[in-house]
Every structure is written in C-alpha cells, then in structure tokens.
C-alpha cells in the first residue's frame, strides 16, 4: 500500500480531517519510510517553508510537494505540484519518475532558499509513492500578512 493510501485510509475513520490533518500523516508517515536529505535534481521532495519576501507574492505555499529542477546559488527552482489542482497532479506527478528535467507550468515555478526550508523529506521514488502523495491536499497557502487563503485559489490561478 503506498503512503498516500495509508493516509487517505486513516482519514475514513477520523472526523474533521483537513491540510493540517495530512500534513501531520504525512509528515509522520516520511519520517518512518522517506529519506531526510537534501534532494537530488529529479527528485520530488516534501519540506516546511517560509518566504524570505513574502510581501512579493499574493501567497505562498508553507508545504510545497517540489520537483527539483535546478539549484541556483543559495536557492532551489522547483515546480510545486500543489499549484496544480489534485484531480490531475497524480498524472504528472507519475510522469516525473526517473527524469531529470521536465516542462511544468509556469505558475508551479518556484525558488527556494535553502535558509527559509524546514524539514525536507524525499519521497520514495515509486509510481504509487508520487501518485498518492501528490493526490493529498497538504498544501498551506498563506498571503504576506500569514493568513489562510484557500488552495482553490492557487489551482486556478494562471
């Protein structure tokens, strides 16, 4: 069973489940069976975050699910899967197994210093595995005063 069909199994019998809720699964679930290093390019990675200037942005994601593309400098430039609504992210998600580089859309494009990431968890590297955890809504979109704003509003943004 892969780590996202764990998760979505507990969540049947617990009342009141929400990002936070599966985030903590998910989190506690990759600190068992995930690696904590720093991610490879082409690896897809799990990781609490706090923008250096969140002022420049309308939101941000404190959770970002990132494909790793490239490293710059101080940052990494990933594509967060959570910008994607999650009907869909499973199949990308899949098709980012074992590549090194991928065209993504340009709204999921984002840099990441590494002073501003928290914990980072890499997720197995299985077509289950990357499916089900990008199929979870574990996303944290806050604006540049820290307050919610709901994820629909990411997945349809351009």
């Not at 903590?24 to 897809?44: A, K």
């Not at 250096?52 to 990494?76: G, S």
Request: include cysteine; charged fraction near 25%; hydrophobic fraction near 35%.
């Amino acid at each position: 069973m892969s780590i996202g069909e764990r998760i979505k199994e507990k969540a049947s019998g617990v009342a009141g489940t929400d990002p936070d809720w599966y985030a903590n699964e998910l989190y506690t679930e990759l600190s068992e069976v995930g690696e904590t290093r720093f991610p490879e390019i082409g690896e897809l990675c799990f990781f609490s975050y706090s923008a250096a200037y969140p002022k420049k942005y309308p939101f941000y994601d404190r959770r970002p699910l990132v494909y790793v593309m490239e490293y710059q400098n101080d940052k990494i430039l990933g594509s967060n899967l959570h910008y994607l609504n999650p009907d869909y992210r499973d199949g990308i998600a899949k098709g980012l197994l074992n590549k090194t580089s991928a065209i993504l859309p340009k709204k999921t494009l984002h840099r990441y210093f590494f002073s501003n990431i928290g914990d980072i968890f890499i997720i197995p590297s299985t077509l289950e595995d990357y499916a089900s955890v990008a199929q979870l809504v574990t996303e944290n979109f806050v604006n540049k005063y820290g307050q919610k704003v709901s994820p629909q509003r990411a997945w349809d943004s351009i």
